[in-house]
């Protein structure tokens, strides 16, 4: 059984053609219409409308010439926007005739919507707009247009880039080939395609009309791509408000593309996702929160626009992130970072009421939501006792932060089995705890999300003074790459963040091995002056963290000597290890 069984149909007729609407959920409740894109049917959608489909009355059409809807006839000149608005207007007319509808499109179905909230027969039909990886034909057209006439190395560049990225928009244009290439081998290896290349769940989707689909949908780049971007209408200002969500590894479309949106826009939200093309198929519990949370908010007249420089502030927008050793320094900071950027933060550590003051701060500074929660992540049972609490209570999680970690000094002959272990249980086990309990079920569920291990320039550059804390660090940057390449056909990204020397209290706290109490003390006052000298902030760490999640980075230095310590065990070892050498005053 497909996802949208039980949906209610019926046939609208318009224009010569008759379109195939399904219909979910309560019809006194806010309308979301979900337009699909290419080459789709309303099926792309399955997944995120099941998941509205109890809070919204939720509506999907078969685009003319696809799925169940009829084709015009001739197809040529069958497909203009012109046309493909009356349509939209033929359907909310008959599914929500008294009240504006909330749109949604992805790829064509977003290029499509975009005339729909831009061209002024539609103004008070249209309450918002969620875009998906398909831009406005006139906004694009303005956007090359800026570039040829005002051409910069860096507008060249984007050009280039985005002309790359288009190659089939110029194969969709010859005639007949498509059409040939989609009735046999396209059509035939495309589940594969979809598969092997977007990581898409394909069992019950793209659907059996995939081919007519396809050669179809051939006529929308034919009849509008050339004719728009010669001409792009000068007046295409959205009389919505509009949402983008940009997901940054689409293999079809480059962000910068976006850059001049605001000009477009006067109120925009935007979000990015570490993922490609087809968010609908592998992002649907995400794609929905941010529909809902979109849609609710414009509902209530709380979309207002955020000011410029916060135009990315909700970038982590309704993820749920989880960091341990949250109580403190690098952890703390990344909590609020990431409650800064809309998420909601659970808060770890051992100090619980580290982790409880934390959660409180990030509730404040604009978390979605906070929580914090007591658990020491080297204790096996406290950590599967842990994952139970969180996946109960607040759901999978989307961001993994394996932060927590202590500092241990001194020489081999120094560190005893005791201190061995102890680094070890919680540097590299908390590690490993982390993302079993927590990968698993983010695999699990399939939608893909991060995991970070903060490591340490220790990792790679050898050091005569930490020789265990060294090797703890190297064993989580190991297990990061290991696992990156594990989970990244689950579309599950690791990054291993390797900082220098971070203000942090870690000085403070880290054992000093082989001397007294007094000059365990004293050290730790000395390397606390010098961190503190040093004075490199730990919410530059974590704003490298937010980016390596974004971005989905393998290994990322963070600081000036981090960075020079990787570049030269990877160029020049011999340096590497004549530093290693070096013994430290302290
Ligand atoms: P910090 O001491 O300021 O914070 C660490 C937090 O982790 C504390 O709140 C502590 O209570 C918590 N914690 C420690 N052991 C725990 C355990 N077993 N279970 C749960 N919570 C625990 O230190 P920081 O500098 O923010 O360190 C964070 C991470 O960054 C560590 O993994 C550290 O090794 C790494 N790191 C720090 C630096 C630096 O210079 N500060 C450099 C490279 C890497």
Known sequence: ????????????????????????????????????????????????????????????YDVRGHGRSTAPKPLRG????????????????????????????????????????TVGRTEGRVASFTSMSGPSLDHFGHWIDARVKRPTPRRVGQLLGQGAKSWYVYLLHTPVVPELAWRGPLGRSWPGILRRAEGLPTDDYPTASLRSDAAHGAWLYRDNVRPRLRRPREDAYAHAPVQLITPLGDAFLSERLYDDLEHWVPRLTLRTLPDKHWIPRTRPDQVSAWIEEFVLAVESGQDAQPPRADR?????????VLVTGAGSGIGRATAFAFAEAGARVVAVDRDGEAAARTAELARLTGAADAWAETADVSDEQAMEKLAEKVHGAYGVVDVLVNNAGIGLSGSFFTTTPEDWRRVLDVNLWGVIHGCRLFGARMAERGQGGHIVNVASAAAYQPSRALPAYSTSKAAVLMLSECLRAELADRRIGVSAVCPGFVNTNITSTARFTGVDEQ???????????????????????????????????????VTPEARGMRALSRLVPGMSRRLAKVEPKV
């Not at 990315?312 to 749920?320: M, V």
């Not at 000059?519 to 760490?541: H, I």
């Open 1 to 60: 059984m497909t996802a949208l069984e039980g949906a209610r149909e019926r046939r609208v007729h318009t224009g010569g053609i008759d379109l195939c609407v399904l219909e979910l959920g309560d019809p006194s409740a806010p309308t979301v219409v979900l337009v699909h894109g290419y080459p789709d049917s309303k099926e792309v959608w399955s997944e995120v409308a099941t998941r509205l489909a109890g809070r919204f009355h939720v509506v999907l």
């Open 78 to 117: 069958g497909f203009t926007l012109a046309k493909l608005t009356d349509d939209f207007l033929a359907v909310v007319d008959a599914v929500s005739p008294d009240r504006p509808v909330h749109l949604v499109g992805h790829d064509w179905g977003s290029v499509q919507s975009w005339e729909f909230v």
């Open 312 to 320: 990315h502030a909700q970038r982590f927008g309704g993820q749920l």
């Open 519 to 557: 000059e365990q003390r004293r050290r730790r006052q000395r390397s606390a002056r010098l961190y503190g000298m040093r004075n490199y902030p730990p919410e530059k760490v974590a704003s490298a963290i937010l980016d390596a999640v974004e971005r989905n980075r393998a290994v990322v230095p």
